[in-house]
């Protein structure tokens, strides 16, 4: 079965420091997601991303936050400068017609 | 708004036995209702879904849910557990149509004892 794929699986960065996650959804897939899990809380959603713009995003996803599919293949996080709270499991997903939703395994991003 | 409650954190069953996860939700609207399971160092995976059609919902690995309204749960249930069962569960209710926005349970970690 095709599976979304997630790079790097950690990710340790300095307080302040840029990251971007990376995510390959299933390549006939047009709906795109990112979801993020703190340690021992609720999954929760960041942002949908249709057709090259972005369709809903939380109040988590501020300014700081910006997704990218620069390629047609890959599907990006950047966290312009990361804080100690930014630390959690990022999980990418995807979808062709939002019916079924298909997750990566997850980037855990910790900040020092 | 929509909510979602797992009542327990850990499930502790003897293989072979039955699987009980329980979830509560609360929604102003009819949702649509998911399981999912998160397997060590592996994504989550769609157990099976609810989304207004039949109440009870049959899904993979012998796993099914029952939406009750009256008591606006949506427990997961399985006849016999296997040891490869043992897994993180997530309970997601989704007031849309699709994932537009979801929300997660905090997740019930089930183990199985040989």
């Known amino acids: 079965e095709p599976e979304v794929t997630q790079t790097p699986s950690h990710q340790v960065t300095q307080m302040g420091q840029e990251v971007i996650l990376r995510c390959v959804p299933i390549?006939?897939?047009?709906?795109f997601y990112w979801y993020r899990q703190i340690l021992g809380q609720k999954v929760e959603f960041l942002v949908s991303f249709y057709n090259n713009e972005i369709s809903e995003k939380s109040e988590i996803f501020d300014d700081q936050f910006s997704v990218e599919r620069p390629d047609g293949s890959n599907f990006t996080l950047k966290i312009r400068s990361t804080k100690l709270e930014d630390s959690a499991m990022y999980f990418c997903?995807?979808?062709?017609?939002?019916?079924?939703?298909?997750f990566g395994s997850g980037t855990q991003l910790s900040v020092l | 708004a929509q909510s979602v409650t797992q009542l327990d954190s850990h499930v502790s069953v003897s293989e072979g036995t039955p699987v009980l996860l329980r979830c509560n939700y609360s929604s102003s609207y009819s949702p649509s209702l998911f399981w999912y399971v998160q397997h060590p160092n592996k994504g989550l995976q769609l157990l099976l879904k609810?989304?207004?059609?039949?109440?009870l919902v049959k899904g993979i690995n012998g796993f099914e849910a029952e939406f009750k309204k009256s008591e606006t749960s949506f427990h997961l249930t399985k006849p016999s557990a296997h040891m490869s069962d043992a897994a993180e569960y997530f309970c997601v209710v989704s007031e849309g149509g699709g994932y537009q926005k979801v929300t997660f349970g905090t997740g019930t970690k089930l183990q199985v004892i040989p």
């Open positions: 390549s006939n897939h047009l709906y």
């Open positions: 997903a995807s979808s062709r017609d939002r019916e079924k939703l298909f």
């Open positions: 609810y989304t207004s059609a039949a109440t």
